[in-house]
Every structure is written in structure tokens, then in C-alpha cells.
């Protein structure tokens, strides 16, 4: 099985899509932001990436991949000073270590068939408290299923973001919501959940329009994947796209 945490051949493009400052470079100064990113338990994970014949991919890798190469950009971006995945899966818990992010244990009470986003918000908020608890005046939840993401233009909607009090970029549908952030003594009050970008708007926060397409593309299906590869993926997603399409071609011929 192929390990999305360790691939060495793959370790030059990484640095390449992922090139950032480095954490106690003289740009850390310019590091406003810390960003929570909740991520569901893989075995729950991507439940709508459907393949037929079933097994030409694995749901749960595939969300793993999504939310490690997420982070990754995450880190590496120039505004970002931290970033904190609220997590109750063990296993993404110490990949996301591995990569530098801090882990908020999800603790939610909420059952998991909690109508609505109810879990997913009240992570985020979880996921507030510890970075507002360890002095973060910025704050912004970012969603975990952002495969094609750059560091790049995540600083430029961060850089935009901080000039509001409250805001969110819409994602790609313009329905949901990829990011939300808040800045100094402003809660983020999320409202993740089905049409979450209005939701969003009518609690006043401001929509950012800055043309960042990897932050707003989220990928749910495999239609969506197939799409989201012409921005190009991150590494471990890559990884699997690859093997998912060489198995595809393998079927057609039988």
C-alpha cells in the first residue's frame, strides 16, 4: 500500500508547489493568520467518490491525501503562522503532526447523525478556541477537501481577509463556503452546512472575490477530481489520481 506520508520521488515537486518561508524566517513577522481545518474521520470520509466497478479507489485514502496535501499548502503559506487540525481520526492526527500542524482532539458531545453541519462547526469552533487560547488574533477555518490548493493564493485571500472583520470565499459552486476567517476580538461564528456562502453573508460576513480558484475548489466526487487535476493536485492526491486512472484503463481493456 502506498504510504501518503513518505514518498521521496515525489519530494522535489512537493517542494516545488509548496516553496515558503520557513518557520523562523525574518518573514514570520508577516504571519498573521492561524488557520483550523477540520478533518472527519477517514472511514467517513468522501462517501459520494463512487467508481464503477467499486475498488478502483480508496475513499478513505483519498480523503487522507486531501487533507495532507490541504495542510501542507497550509503551512506553507506566507501569512500563516499555524495551523491546527481538529481530528478524531489517530491516523491523520500523526500524519498532520508529522507535516508541523497542531492537533485539536475533536471532543464533539454532538451524535455523528447531528442534523445539519452541527459537528463540523462545533469543530471549528473548537478549533478557534485553542488558537485564540494561545494568543491568535486572526483566526480562519479552512475546509479539508482543498486538493489543488497553493500557498500562493491562499496568502492572497488571507491578505484580503485582513482587512475585514469578518469574511469567507465562496467555493467553486458559490454555494458553499472554503474559507472563513476572522480577525482581532471577532468570533468566526461558522455556519458550514448547505448554502453556507448566503448563511455567511447574513451573519455579515464579507464574500472575498479575489481570483484564487484552489481555494475555492473543493472536490466531493470523482468528477470533481478529474476536474480539479487540470489546476494540478498535491502530491499524495496526485499519487492516487494516477493509480485510480491506471486501474480505470486496466478495467476498459477486459
Known amino acids: 500500500m ?14 516545488a508547489r509548496y516553496a515558503g518561508n520557513a518557520p523562523g524566517d525574518p518573514a514570520d513577522a508577516a504571519r498573521l493568520w492561524s488557520l483550523v481545518i477540520p478533518v472527519k474521520a477517514t472511514q467517513r470520509a468522501k462517501t459520494r467518490v463512487v467508481t464503477e466497478p467499486e475498488g478502483l479507489i480508496d475513499n478513505a485514502a483519498l480523503a487522507a491525501a486531501f487533507a495532507y496535501d490541504t495542510v501542507e499548502a497550509a503551512l506553507s503559506s506566507e501569512q500563516v503562522q499555524a ?5 478524531e481520526d489517530l491516523q491523520i492526527a500523526a500524519g498532520v503532526r508529522e507535516l508541523g500542524a497542531i492537533v485539536v482532539v475533536e471532543q464533539s458531545k454532538l451524535p455523528i447523525e447531528s442534523p445539519g453541519f452541527a459537528r463540523l462547526n462545533d469543530a471549528i469552533h473548537s478549533g478557534e478556541l485553542a488558537a485564540r487560547d494561545a494568543g491568535a488574533k486572526y483566526v480562519a477555518a ?10 500562493a493564493e491562499l496568502s492572497a485571500v488571507l491578505v484580503d481577509a485582513a482587512r475585514f472583520a469578518r469574511s469567507y470565499v465562496a467555493d467553486s459552486s458559490r454555494i458553499g463556503t472554503s474559507l472563513l476567517a476572522a480577525g482581532p476580538e471577532t468570533a468566526l461564528d461558522p455556519q458550514f452546512g448547505y448554502d453556507s456562502a448566503a448563511a455567511h453573508a447574513a ?33 499524495r492526491t496526485a499519487a492516487l489520481f494516477a493509480e485510480y486512472e491506471q486501474r480505470a484503463a486496466n478495467e476498459s481493456t477486459r
Do not use: F, N, Q, W
Open 83 to 87: 495551523v491546527y487540525v481538529v481530528t
Open 203 to 235: 451573519t455579515g460576513a464579507v464574500s472575498i472575490d479575489v481570483s484564487a480558484p484552489t481555494v475555492r475548489t473543493d472536490v466531493d466526487t470523482l468528477d470533481e477530481l478529474s476536474e480539479a487535476a487540470d489546476l494540478g493536485l498535491g502530491p
Open 2 to 15: 502506498m504510504s501518503l506520508m513518505h514518498d521521496t520521488e515525489r519530494d522535489s515537486t512537493a517542494s
Open 142 to 151: 479552512l475546509t479539508a477537501d482543498l486538493p489543488t490548493l497553493t500557498p
